[in-house]
């Protein structure tokens, strides 16, 4: 079982930065690859970064790739998301994900724990 929490959430200006934070329990985390998705209002939720249990492979969504940044700390059980340039358009909730299947960890129906999110919102 693993349980996780999301924090960093706000309200920023256009071209602002945050940095989501998503605290783990449990003694198995390392070993979960970890995500992050996001869900606008009245859209469906969509992935949005993702890194493996072992540091070395990360993937992103298009639409945040060279303005977002994943990274964890298994010592610390959490996973980052600094979010540079942000838009308008990122307005959403984020959401903390953990998949034991790296094949499934970047699609919704696969996740095997979420978190409860954490609201961004970016004014223009």
């Known amino acids: 079982q693993v349980q996780l929490a999301e924090s960093g959430g706000g309200l920023v200006q256009a071209g602002g930065s945050l940095r989501l934070s998503c605290a783990a329990s449990?003694?198995?985390?390392?070993?979960?690859?970890m995500g992050w998705f996001r869900q606008a209002p009245g859209k469906e939720r969509e992935f949005v970064a993702a890194i493996s249990w072992s540091v070395g492979i990360i993937s992103y969504a298009d639409s945040v790739k060279g303005r977002f940044t994943i990274s964890r700390d298994n010592a610390k059980n959490t996973v980052y998301l600094q979010m540079n340039s942000l838009k308008p358009e990122d307005t959403a909730v984020y959401y903390c994900?953990?998949?034991?299947?790296?094949?499934?960890?970047?699609?919704?129906?696969?996740?095997?724990?979420w978190g409860k999110g954490t609201l961004v919102t970016v004014s223009s």
């Open positions: 994900a953990a998949d034991q299947s790296w094949s499934t960890v970047g699609a919704v129906k696969g996740i095997d724990y």
């Open positions: 449990g003694r198995t985390f390392s070993r979960y690859h």
